[in-house]
């Protein structure tokens, strides 16, 4: 019978090149990955080799594939698997980089960038529109708009920091280092206003208010978490049976 674990990811748009990493000690060991998961990878086992892994970052249309994998193919790289517009490759160490340069490598966090913001954006958007709503509504509809606001913000916050980080990889390759700090900053500018909102807004209406709010921060962080908790416990029993 086949044998299959499940690992973690530590997120592509925060670390890359810590999950190809963790990608090829596993293949050492014999275990080798052949799909991505939700929030991670699932891994094979087979035989101990040495693979090195990159990801690319590309949307493409149906017809562009055959073309797009065969010039990988060429370079040396084999095609593993593909999530959306995210591709993943393996090769023997040696082979040349698939970005070698600069301007590919800032390319590729481009491309990156803008698969995030396809997700990120109409969140964001949405949700803002919903905290407005309910900030001029009253009763009811208050009520409903603040649930549904509240509940779009526990994705909204973690996607809208996925495509910041990916914007700091690119700057960073860039060499403009004065965003890329800026970035870095951000969790503690938030935290910050976050802090200021919660007392104003716990001075004046000390009641359900505040607790949402604060609520709304915690799930932000907690609902992650937790998710990946789960999928790793439920994942690593499926390994075990199999």
Known sequence: MRQTKYITSGGLAFSEEKDMEKLRQFSLKGWHVSDFKFMGYT?????STDYIYSIDYR???KEEEEEYFDYF???GWTHVTSEGDIHLFRAHPGTKP????RDTTVEKYKNSSGSMKKLAIPFVFTTLLLWVGAMISSGTLQSILLGVATILSIIALPAAWTVIA???NKWKVEGREGLVHFVRAIPFFVLFLVAILLFLVGARDP???IYLLISMMVGAIAFP?????IMSLYHM???NRD
């Open 73 to 75: 193919s060429s370079s």
């Open 43 to 47: 891994l094979e086992k087979d035989e």
């Open 237 to 239: 029993v499926q390994g």
């Open 207 to 209: 009641g359900p208010t």
């Open 98 to 101: 698939i970005y070698t340069d």
């Open 225 to 229: 978490t937790v998710i990946w908790v």
């Open 59 to 61: 949307s493409l249309k």
């Open 166 to 168: 990916t914007y700091r």
